[in-house]
């Protein structure tokens, strides 16, 4: 599913491809005081999440708990959490599980996009509905897939901006970036898992592939729905 509406935000400032991503954090949230980040806290949202820091970004981390993330996932989230206590971590569905009633237990095997649907992507458009932010601090960027490809830092998201700060960060970039700043990265990025969803749809990436690449592998699927699909942010 190749994400539609990527289109740059005329009205932004002309940030070029060497633009510093703390400043343009720094641009979007002095303009848009209410800005939100959504993360799954991958290695770009970990990266994304330091990067605001220095920005003076003290919104609102938002994450999804599905019922089916992986506990290394989970303690990721804990260990930010504590490292940045001036932004204010929010779970949403907090304590899912898959025998919750919210889906059948095997929906995810017989039809992913309706157990991200209801999983992921409901309670996420829920909560924006409620607070309504005028803008989405992201973590996505070109290299991960080539349906991302053309990313821009600001992107028009009609009556909601989104602003991607890392939109033309490498992996080794990202890689090198939390090396040095000592980031608590998920452990299963260093055994393949290059980009970490649930654990009944995620596998290690093979040489080769894209980081996403071991999202819904073999499923015809490649986004849960948040960033594409008549649902999307």
């Given at each position: 599913?190749?994400?539609?509406?990527?289109?740059?935000?005329?009205?932004?400032p002309?940030?070029?491809?060497?633009?510093?991503?703390?400043?343009?954090?720094?641009?979007?949230?002095?303009?848009?005081?209410?800005?939100?980040?959504?993360?799954?806290?991958?290695?770009?949202?970990?990266?994304?999440?330091?990067?605001?820091?220095?920005?003076?970004?003290?919104?609102?981390?938002?994450?999804?708990?599905?019922?089916?993330?992986?506990?290394?996932?989970?303690?990721t989230?804990?260990?930010?959490?504590?490292?940045?206590?001036?932004?204010?971590?929010?779970?949403?569905?907090?304590?899912?599980t898959?025998?919750?009633?919210?889906?059948?237990?095997?929906?995810?095997?017989?039809?992913?996009?309706?157990?991200?649907?209801?999983?992921?992507?409901?309670?996420?458009?829920?909560?924006?509905?409620?607070?309504?932010?005028?803008?989405?601090?992201?973590?996505?960027s070109?290299?991960?897939?080539?349906?991302?490809?053309?990313?821009?830092?600001?992107?028009?998201?009609?009556?909601?901006?989104?602003?991607?700060?890392?939109?033309?960060?490498?992996?080794?970039?990202?890689?090198?970036?939390?090396?040095?700043?000592?980031?608590?990265?998920?452990?299963?990025?260093?055994?393949?898992?290059?980009?970490?969803?649930?654990?009944?749809?995620?596998?290690?990436?093979?040489?080769g592939?894209?980081?996403?690449?071991?999202?819904?592998?073999?499923?015809?699927?490649?986004?849960?729905?948040?960033?594409?699909?008549?649902?999307?942010?």
């Open positions: 599913m190749r994400e539609v509406g990527l289109h740059p935000d005329a009205s932004a002309a940030f070029g491809p060497d633009t510093d991503a703390v400043s343009i954090i720094g641009w979007a949230f002095a303009v848009h005081p209410d800005l939100t980040m959504p993360s799954a806290f991958n290695l770009n949202g970990v990266v994304l999440l330091d990067l605001a820091s220095k920005a003076g970004y003290t919104g609102d981390v938002l994450f999804v708990d599905t019922g089916y993330h992986f506990p290394e996932t989970l303690a989230r804990d260990a930010l959490a504590a490292r940045y206590p001036q932004m204010r971590f929010v779970t949403l569905n907090a304590g899912a898959p025998d919750d009633g919210q889906t059948p237990e095997t929906l995810y095997a017989s039809d992913p996009d309706a157990c991200c649907a209801v999983r992921k992507v409901s309670p996420l458009q829920n909560h924006l509905k409620a607070v309504n932010p005028s803008a989405l601090l992201n973590a996505r070109r290299e991960q897939t080539g349906d991302r490809a053309d990313i821009p830092f600001v992107e028009d998201g009609g009556s909601r901006r989104k602003i991607n700060p890392l939109a033309y960060w490498t992996r080794e970039r990202l890689e090198a970036y939390a090396e040095a700043h000592g980031l608590p990265v998920n452990p299963l990025y260093h055994d393949g898992f290059l980009s970490v969803g649930c654990w009944p749809c995620t596998r290690a990436v093979k040489p592939e894209d980081s996403r690449a071991g999202r819904w592998a073999g499923k015809g699927k490649t986004e849960c729905g948040l960033w594409a699909g008549e649902n999307r942010l």
